[in-house]
């Protein structure tokens, strides 16, 4: 079991996610939100802002680079997603707890793996928070369910 005073702070402008464990910066991560910037419209595809919580974690038995659809691990069988987009490694879905982000987990925004590492610390998401596939297991691993996590520009 986790503290209870693990938190996430992520900073739009800086393009920069912090885990915290009783006001002590544990870990920092680069990442990438939305290219299409901030806002908390259904089909916006931008990167809503305010107070959140892990509301379920996805992928912790599986591979590193497992890629997901609809949260499901794709087989080697399965052909990829026509995304570029691509949901990999783990997956953190973020629930809004504020009235105007209150959408966000029916718009399916979590802090994800990605195949475009070579993006991470620029804009380029598509409203989700991108991380480098081997900083999204590492983090994975030092949250809970309910852990808070605050976005803001």
């Given at each position: 079991?986790?503290?209870?005073?693990t938190?996430?702070?992520?900073?739009?402008?800086?393009?920069?996610?912090?885990?915290?464990?009783?006001?002590?910066?544990?870990?920092?991560?680069?990442?990438?939100?939305s290219?299409?910037?901030?806002?908390t419209?259904?089909?916006?595809?931008?990167?809503?802002?305010?107070?959140?919580?892990?509301?379920?974690?996805?992928?912790?038995?599986?591979?590193?680079?497992?890629?997901?659809?609809?949260?499901?691990?794709?087989g080697?069988?399965?052909?990829?997603?026509?995304?570029?987009?691509?949901?990999?490694?783990?997956?953190l879905?973020?629930?809004?707890?504020?009235?105007?982000?209150?959408?966000?987990?029916?718009?399916?925004?979590?802090i994800?793996?990605?195949?475009?590492?070579?993006?991470i610390?620029t804009?380029?998401s598509?409203?989700?928070?991108r991380?480098?596939?081997?900083?999204?297991?590492?983090?994975?691993?030092?949250?809970?369910?309910?852990?808070?996590?605050?976005?803001?520009?």
């Amino acid at each position: 079991m986790q503290s209870p005073r693990t938190s996430i702070d992520i900073s739009i402008r800086d393009q920069q996610l912090t885990l915290t464990q009783d006001g002590e910066t544990v870990r920092s991560y680069p990442i990438s939100t939305s290219r299409f910037g901030i806002g908390t419209q259904e089909g916006s595809f931008k990167t809503p802002t305010g107070n959140f919580r892990i509301a379920q974690k996805i992928g912790g038995d599986l591979p590193h680079g497992t890629i997901f659809r609809s949260r499901v691990a794709l087989g080697p069988e399965d052909p990829l997603p026509s995304t570029e987009d691509l949901v990999m490694s783990r997956i953190l879905w973020l629930d809004g707890l504020d009235d105007h982000n209150a959408n966000t987990r029916d718009r399916f925004i979590y802090i994800h793996g990605t195949k475009h590492e070579d993006k991470i610390g620029t804009p380029a998401s598509h409203g989700c928070i991108r991380m480098r596939n081997t900083d999204v297991v590492e983090l994975f691993e030092l949250v809970d369910e309910t852990t808070p996590v605050v976005i803001r520009e």
